[in-house]
């Protein structure tokens, strides 16, 4: 009886809001999961040649720097239109893009779809985050802001599986219809955010003020409970993966799958692996430490590229043998780790850290880093699977062994807290219960060097050093006589 009563029970419309709002990381998960793929069938080779390494690299990596730059300024559209015309912004500049992919008559056309679906990617995808964080109370906070990640692998599945049918298609229509797909699902996802999605309280308190007619309407119509409008209105002060599920199918190749429905099974299994994984990641988001989860998720996943790297290095993995299986192993292993570490924590601490002032912005500025270096990586990695098999495992688990490092330094723990409470805590320091070791060895650093000043101005003071000259004077003083008298009794 209980169970129907759930069941029958509606869900609270911030809810509802923020499910709506996080359709739009399905895009972003079904445009990663088709452009490794269409990239290498053979009607789109046919069409457009074969491209190198580099070239590939190029093509694939031509969405994220337009996506970098309008990520930069996708903060300030958010705080002067809102949330939700920003999101309709986007994604309808992005399905536009993916419209012009569809239609490409050549790689230059192509190309230049990939650009214009990296503006509008970059318009909305950071914006839907900071949005759902805006508008959850803090303790479902954790799970609604990871749903957009839920939604980015049940795309990837989407997009794999969508090219594992499409492929059987002998005309240019294989390559074509994921982008058809995708712009028609971007093209929805605009209309529904700009008609369906209300707009932030905090945004209108940052308008109107806080308490006044506007901003209590728009918590009712999200149904947020008064003790909850409370606590959140207080003060106001994610890439190697994506490389991995851009390169899935290179990567399986080189693994030794040498059949092109092996590879492209074998990325939409990983796909299944990662939104299996994400599912209870994002129920129980609230529930795990983000400082931990992020630390060993790092830890976790340098470990598996150093297993690849190594294997790799040593000439163990080929098309027959132990070698290959343990490397696919490591990779939906990795893919693992990220999905329910990475993937989940550092979306939600990136929006909820900032002050509300600066948070659109802020959080867009993170993720324009982002853009930036997941274009570095998929431009190189092409190259560096080709030339050197292992040295972009070892180049990346570095990399990621050392941020997992930096965390553990600077990173700290925000679970549970509220929006104000999190800028109080980095403001009031280990007061509050945040105390990372960085600040634990800065504050004994401090105390050390404080301790040491006052023994040097001590010894330097002009009173000691007069004493210490008048000892010294004294001393040679009675040396001297000792070695007179010594002298005298020789003769």
């Known amino acids: 009886m209980k169970i129907s009563n759930i069941l029958q029970r509606p869900p609270p419309r911030y809810v509802v809001a923020s499910i709506l709002c996080s359709l739009g990381g399905f895009l972003f998960g079904v445009d990663t999961g088709i452009i490794g793929p269409v990239t290498v069938m053979d009607s789109f080779t046919k069409a457009f040649g074969h491209p190198s390494p580099s070239l590939h690299g190029l093509i694939v990596s031509s969405i994220l720097i337009p996506a970098a730059i309008s990520s930069f300024l996708a903060g300030r559209v958010a705080d002067v239109l809102g949330r939700p ?58 799970s609604l802001t990871t749903a957009p990640q839920l939604l980015i692998t049940t795309g990837l599945v989407a997009g794999f599986f969508t090219c594992y049918r499409s492929v059987r298609i002998v005309t240019t229509l294989s390559w074509r219809l994921p982008f058809i797909l995708l712009a028609s699902y971007s093209a929805i996802f605009s209309v529904i955010s700009y008609v369906f999605l209300p707009p932030s309280p905090r945004w209108l308190a940052d308008l109107y003020g806080q308490n006044t007619a506007e901003v209590e309407a728009a918590w009712d ?105 343990i490397a696919v192993v490591s990779i939906y292993l990795y893919t693992v780790i990220f999905s329910i570490s990475w993937a989940v924590g550092v979306k939600i601490y990136v929006a909820e850290i900032q002050p509300q002032r600066t948070r659109a912005s802020a959080t867009s500025l993170a993720h324009g880093s982002n853009w930036l270096t997941n274009f570095l990586v998929a431009l ?27 965390c553990w330094l600077f990173m700290p723990e925000t679970r549970g807290r509220t929006l104000s409470e999190i800028q109080e805590a980095f403001h009031a320091g280990h007061a509050t219960g945040v105390e990372t070791p960085a600040r634990v060895i800065w504050r004994r650093v401090a105390f050390t060097c404080k301790k040491l000043n006052a023994v040097l101005v001590y010894i330097t003071s002009p009173s000691l050093l007069e004493y210490e000259i008048t000892s010294l004077c004294l001393t040679t003083t009675v040396f001297t006589s000792h070695i007179s008298h010594y002298q005298s009794s020789l003769f």
């Open 221 to 325: 119509r999200l149904g947020v409970l008064a003790a909850d409008r409370e606590i959140m209105t207080g003060p106001n002060r994610e890439e190697e993966r994506k490389a991995k599920s851009n390169y899935a199918p290179l990567l399986f190749q080189q693994a030794g799958l040498t059949s092109k429905g092996d590879t492209f099974l074998a990325s939409g299994v990983s796909a299944i692996v990662i939104c299996a994984v994400t599912i209870p990641a994002t129920i129980w988001a609230d529930s795990w430490s983000r400082r931990r989860n992020t630390i060993y998720g790092g830890l976790g996943m340098a470990t598996t590229m150093f297993i690849i790297g190594g294997l790799y290095a040593g000439d163990a993995v080929h098309a027959y043998g132990a070698g290959r299986w």
């Open 85 to 142: 015309p920003a999101i309709a912004i986007g994604s309808a500049i992005f399905a536009l893009g993916a419209a012009i992919e569809a239609a490409a008559v050549h790689l230059g056309m192509f190309v230049a779809g990939r650009v214009v679906a990296g503006i509008g990617e970059g318009l909305y995808l950071g914006t839907l985050v900071v949005y759902i964080c805006e508008i959850s109370p803090a303790r479902h906070r954790g």
């Open 380 to 406: 190189v990695t092409p190259t560096l699977l080709a030339n050197t098999s292992y040295g972009a495992y070892f180049l990346f688990g570095s990399c990621t062994f050392a941020t997992a490092i930096v």
